[in-house]
């Protein structure tokens, strides 16, 4: 959950081994035989003409993790790959994708400057097909909340609730719950255009936000946050949308004067393009690579709840789903 001028999501995460954090490129590699420093050099992996290695970009939301894993696994055990997988931000990873650092972006949410430059000007990266998710960021509060007061889910009525919703962090305004402050998001723009009597208050990473928001449940107290679909939380805290004005073509494209809904955003893959032209089997692999939303959140839910590691949720998921994936691999 969750980039661009939309997003969400933050950067989400897979877990691989150890990860060496790169402050200078926003790089980190994740890797099933260890780790190596990305802070100096690329993957050796990455765009490696002739050997059976990819190398994959994966955000740090739990949704881009599930896609990872069970493709990294497929890579692995059906056509004998080795797979790393590099932690990035969503920014930067295109530019690594760019230059061939990492092969293969699984779920980007648009980001229309960098897919100007880079696929439609430097032609340095290639569209990899729809991922077969549609994603959606929004505000939400828990169902129980807009059951009791209906008039919540219009955006018209928020500050009817406003004392309800403050807490000690939003400074004695209404508060609206959002994730890390890496998400790319119109929050507090929205909330300064539509003039509301919230603050933004930054829960600091995904995993915080959701232990924030199931609290929250857990005592039925009301919240405001923001949240996006798929997400695998919905199945343990219901939550019902706030209608925010409706998203029009461009509403959004200045960021200091949104005051629009979020859109609805098919997600895509893309790949580095040499990559894309000879990656072999790999590549045309992640080209058929797609499912649906129940099947991300299926794997998703497996290691944000079950806490399995993303390569045991990948070989439950794919144990369980051969024809699925099988068509990915002809």
């Known amino acids: 959950m969750r980039g661009?001028?939309?997003?969400?999501?933050?950067?989400?995460?897979?877990?691989?081994?150890?990860?060496?954090?790169?402050?200078?490129?926003?790089?980190?590699?994740?890797?099933?035989?260890?780790?190596?420093?990305?802070?100096?050099?690329?993957?050796?992996?990455?765009?490696?003409?002739?050997?059976?290695?990819?190398?994959?970009?994966?955000?740090s939301w739990v949704g881009a993790q599930a896609n990872t894993a069970v493709a990294s696994y497929l890579l692995e055990h059906e056509l004998g790959y080795r797979v790393d997988t590099v932690q990035v931000d969503e920014v930067p990873a295109w530019d690594a994708l760019s230059q061939g650092r990492v092969d293969a972006i699984l779920e980007d949410w648009g980001h229309p400057e960098q897919e100007k430059r880079y696929v439609e000007g430097k032609k340095t990266i290639t569209?990899?097909?729809?991922?077969?998710?549609?994603?959606?960021?929004?505000?939400?509060?828990?169902?129980?909340?807009?059951?009791?007061?209906?008039?919540?889910?219009?955006?018209?009525?928020?500050?009817?609730?406003?004392?309800?919703?403050?807490?000690?962090?939003?400074?004695?305004?209404?508060?609206?719950?959002?994730?890390?402050?890496?998400?790319?998001?119109?929050?507090?723009?929205?909330?300064k255009n539509l003039g509301l009597d919230y603050e933004v208050v930054f829960a600091g990473s995904e995993a915080a936000q959701i232990t924030q928001i199931k609290q929250f449940a857990k005592e039925r107290k009301p919240f405001l946050t923001y949240w996006y679909e798929?997400?695998?939380?919905?199945?343990?805290v219901p939550m019902t949308e706030v209608k925010l004005p409706e998203y029009t073509e461009g509403c959004a494209d200045d960021p200091e004067k949104v005051a629009c809904a979020y859109p609805h955003t098919p997600l895509q893959k893309y790949l580095n393009t040499r990559f894309a032209r000879s990656g072999g089997e790999a590549a045309e692999f992640l080209k058929k690579f797609r499912w649906t939303k129940a099947q991300q959140n299926e794997v998703s839910l497996m290691i944000a709840e079950e806490k399995l590691s993303p390569q045991q949720a990948a070989k439950k998921w794919v144990e369980r789903n051969e024809n699925v994936w099988k068509p990915w691999l002809t």
């Open 4 to 59: 661009g001028t939309h997003l969400r999501r933050p950067l989400r995460h897979h877990r691989r081994g150890a990860a060496v954090l790169a402050a200078a490129t926003g790089l980190a590699v994740l890797t099933g035989c260890g780790a190596a420093d990305m802070t100096r050099q690329a993957s050796p992996y990455a765009a490696a003409e002739g050997a059976k290695t990819v190398t994959l970009s994966v955000q």
């Open 230 to 236: 798929p997400q695998w939380l919905f199945d343990r």
């Open 127 to 191: 569209r990899g097909g729809d991922l077969g998710v549609t994603g959606h960021i929004g505000w939400f509060v828990p169902t129980y909340f807009a059951e009791a007061h209906p008039d919540v889910t219009d955006w018209k009525n928020l500050d009817k609730y406003a004392d309800q919703l403050r807490t000690p962090e939003s400074r004695g305004k209404g508060q609206l719950l959002d994730g890390s402050p890496s998400y790319v998001t119109n929050d507090k723009a929205l909330v």
